[in-house]
Structure formats: structure tokens, C-alpha cells
């Protein structure tokens, strides 16, 4: 395997400090920070989502139902974001590389395989305290309090508890206790300032 890009890539579930580390990061670099979220909705419908569809499952079959037919766009996204952007901290939602889909981990892995800091971002080494902190974050985020997790799928449990980050991660990096611009400075460490 032949590492070509340097720039960092924060993975991991959400409400771990991804964005916040970014934006710190990218502001240590010098760099800009590009957060796949803000891109996504352009780039699932180049890869052949239809919203309109999506939201119809989501009603007739619930949210999980619309997840599991957006999913195979996520890793299409992931080879737009990085064919476009370059010399930037990367900043990946949750879902993004983590896959109910097992038929589509190894897209998500060719995607990443060139970048060698790759980082995993999750509040403990423990999984089970990471989900209680990831659960208390989200009940005390005014934007995410009424978002319902208590779905089919347990997200926040499987994007927690999935081996898919971690073998995708060159680094696990402890964000609990932590401000963001520790975090920033670890990675830093981490990639020797690059």
C-alpha cells in the first residue's frame, strides 16, 4: 500500500468532536477545513440518490429504510470529496465509513487507502462509555435533543462498537475531557505538522 496524501481525515461517530477539532486543526495547518456533511446532499445525488425517493420510503418505512437507500451514495461521495479537494483537514460524518452495508466497506477502504493519517475520534477506549457520552451529548445539543436515536438500528451503538473505523484509522485519538484544540494538537503531533 502506497500512503500519497497526508492531509488528516477525522472519522468517528457523531458528537465525538470532529468538526470542532477540524476547525481547530485546519486553523493550526493553515489549511482549510471541509466538512463532508455540508457537501453531501450534491454529492449523494450525483451518485444517484433521489431525495424525493428517500423521503418517501422514510415516511411509508421510517428512517432507517431511507438510510439503507441513501447508504450506496456514501462511498461515491467519499471518492468526490477526495478527488476534489486537496491540502485540507477532512472532517467525515458519522455514517460516511461506517457501513450497514457490509457489500460496500471495501469501497469505503479504497477510498481512504491513500491518506495516511487517518484518525478515529471517539470519547474513551471504552465503547460503552464513549455510547453514555455520545447519549448525553446529544440530549444536552438543543439542535439534536429531539432527534430520535431510538430507531431499529442502534446508530450511535454500531458506529461506536463497528470494527470498520477502527481498521480504517491509523490513529485513535481520546476526545473526552478534552477541548478541541488538545485534540488539534495531538493530531498535530501525530502527523509531525504536515
Known amino acids: 500500500m502506497v500512503l500519497t496524501r497526508f492531509e488528516p481525515v477525522l472519522i468517528g461517530p457523531l458528537c465525538v468532536g470532529k468538526t470542532s477539532t477540524a476547525t481547530a486543526l485546519a486553523a493550526r495547518l493553515g ?37 439503507r437507500y441513501r447508504e450506496p451514495a456514501f462511498p461515491v461521495s467519499l471518492g468526490y470529496l477526495f478527488a476534489e479537494h486537496h491540502d485540507c483537514v477532512f472532517d467525515l460524518g458519522a455514517g460516511h465509513t461506517c457501513m450497514l452495508d457490509l457489500s460496500l466497506v471495501d469501497q469505503v477502504r479504497q477510498a481512504l487507502t491513500p491518506f495516511a493519517n ?77
Do not use: C
Open 31 to 67: 489549511l482549510p477545513h471541509v466538512q463532508l456533511d455540508e457537501l453531501g446532499e450534491s454529492y449523494y445525488r450525483r451518485a444517484g440518490y433521489d431525495a424525493e425517493r428517500g423521503a418517501a420510503l422514510e415516511q411509508e418505512s421510517g428512517y432507517v429504510a431511507k438510510y
Open 118 to 194: 487517518v484518525f478515529l475520534l471517539l470519547p474513551s477506549r471504552d465503547p460503552e462509555r464513549s455510547i453514555a457520552t455520545i447519549r448525553e451529548r446529544l440530549r444536552g445539543d438543543p439542535e439534536r435533543a429531539g432527534d430520535d436515536w431510538d430507531l431499529e438500528v442502534d446508530f450511535i451503538r454500531f458506529w461506536v462498537t463497528s470494527d470498520q473505523n477502527r481498521s480504517l484509522a491509523r490513529h485513535l485519538v481520546l476526545t473526552e475531557e478534552r477541548t478541541p484544540e488538545q485534540v488539534a494538537d495531538e493530531i498535530f503531533r501525530l502527523t509531525g505538522g504536515r
